[in-house]
């Protein structure tokens, strides 16, 4: 099992970055296939990114592409999300999520099976 606590959600105007991490919990986080999903009010979980257990392999959501990047540290049992050029659009509750697989990279919420509580990332316009 594993347990993942994000962080760095955050208030920031249009155009502006941040920064998510996501801490994971155990000794085999590098067996995990890693997303990150965000909900917006009166909206269904949405995929956004997700990187393989070695980090080779990334995939975005059409709506992020070049503008977020998800990134991993294998020794520090995290894993990050790069927000850059924020839109309103963007605001949402952003969750990371993992799998234990070797069936590629997930990038559907019903692939993975262990899950954060979630942090707030508001872009006011």
């Known amino acids: 099992q594993v347990q993942l606590v994000e962080s760095g959600g955050g208030l920031v105007q249009d155009g502006g970055s941040l920064r998510l991490s996501c801490a994971a919990s155990?000794?085999?986080?590098?067996?995990?296939?890693m997303g990150w999903f965000r909900q917006a009010p009166g909206k269904e979980r949405e995929f956004v990114a997700a990187i393989s257990q070695s980090g080779g392999v990334t995939y975005y959501a059409d709506s992020v592409k070049g503008r977020f990047t998800i990134s991993r540290d294998n020794a520090k049992n995290t894993v990050y999300l790069q927000m850059n050029s924020l839109k309103p659009e963007d605001t949402a509750i952003y969750f990371c999520a993992a799998v234990q697989t070797l069936m590629g990279v997930p990038t559907r919420t019903y692939e993975y099976n262990y899950w954060g509580q979630g942090t707030q990332v508001t872009v006011s316009s």
């Open positions: 155990g000794r085999t986080f590098n067996t995990y296939v």
